[in-house]
């Protein structure tokens, strides 16, 4: 990792959170939360996106079975719609940190905001790639949100959502403009909005 973050916290109650799902037009944003152990180290822990697919899906499965806590939580597109994307991320990231077992004594958050919550924490601008046990989360969360996808591709043929998860590539514009709006789609986006009606 390059640019290695120092926290003012030291010890093993150290959360990392990252979430994973803001940019895309369907499907919940996902957020994950892991506290790491000190005492077994993982190999290469790095942003995400930075990792192929199999890679994620095997440092995924090494995070699960090593660390000394982690959970996987969600806003739904519902919620998204209801309180705005940057809010439903931060309610997904205080619903994964609130689901440690045990509880974190402090928490760095990737990006620049905090959620409103009672943890000691700091947030860590490209914490995903700065921070292992973020790097960490940004990974199970993407494994987590990509398999979803993956799920609403077979329950919504046609739109590509095992392709380009959701995002507003061309491919995922022209099937919603000749398919229509799903579901699993979010209303208060732009390239959503104009095809409801009303919009």
């Known amino acids: 990792m390059d640019d290695l973050f120092q926290p003012d916290f030291e010890g093993p109650g150290l959360a990392g959170v990252d979430e994973v799902g803001r940019g895309p037009l369907a499907g919940d944003v996902v957020a994950a939360a892991v506290i790491l ?18 890679r994620r899906e095997e440092l995924a499965q090494v995070i699960r079975e090593k660390a000394l806590a982690w959970s996987v939580a969600r806003a739904s597109v519902a919620e998204i719609d209801e309180i705005n994307i940057l809010q439903a991320s931060l309610l997904a990231m205080h619903r994964a940190v609130a689901a440690l077992d045990p509880q974190p004594e402090y928490v760095l958050v990737d990006g620049n905001r905090l959620p409103r919550w009672q943890y000691a924490s700091e947030p860590v601008v490209k914490g995903d790639d700065r921070v292992p046990a973020i790097a960490a989360a940004s990974i199970l969360a993407k494994v987590q949100r990509d398999g979803e996808l993956r799920a609403l591709e077979e329950q919504y043929p046609g739109y590509g959502f095992a392709a380009h998860k959701g995002y507003p590539t061309a491919s995922h514009l022209k099937a919603l403009q000749e398919l229509g709006v799903t579901p699993v789609h979010r209303r208060s986006f732009g390239p959503v909005k104009k095809l409801l009606p009303g919009g």
């Not at 152990?37 to 199999?54: A, M, N, W, Y």
């Open 37 to 54: 152990d000190p005492g077994q180290p993982i190999e290469g822990l790095r942003d995400s996106k930075k990792l192929t697919e199999v």
